[in-house]
């Protein structure tokens, strides 16, 4: 079964940014309909971030990030990319990628393989 490792978090500044990365072992990511990011803050729920299908031509991302963040993919390395600007102390949380099944899934149920995650922190 395919393996996720999630790289790139630390520390930031409030308006810097930070590039997370996704590598894939044991599979490949192109298979699945979509690559989505997550992220889940202390006391909170997991929540969808943005996905990217397959090909990499769509993209759909949570209102909370649009036009900040971005997700981008290179099949041939299989990995994807989650491309955080702007970034903001709410966005502080561990950042998972996930795979899922098809294209709008934005719920934790519709995702099935997961990495460990990433630790972004953004002080004020």
């Known amino acids: 079964q395919v393996q996720l490792a999630e790289s790139g978090g630390g520390l930031v500044q409030a308006g810097g940014s930070l590039r997370l990365s996704c590598a894939a072992s044991?599979?490949?990511?192109?298979?699945?309909?979509?690559m989505g990011w997550f992220r889940q803050a202390p006391g909170k729920e997991r929540e969808f971030v943005g996905a990217i299908t397959s090909s990499g031509i769509s993209t759909y991302y949570a209102d909370s990030v649009k036009g900040r963040f971005t997700i981008s993919r290179d099949n041939a390395k299989n990995t994807v990319y989650l491309q955080m600007n702007s970034l903001k102390p709410d966005d502080t949380a561990v950042y998972y990628c996930a795979t899922g099944g098809f294209f709008g899934a934005s719920h934790v149920r519709e995702y099935s393989y997961w990495g460990q995650g990433t630790q972004v922190t953004v002080s004020s």
């Open positions: 044991g599979g490949t990511l192109s298979t699945y309909p979509t």
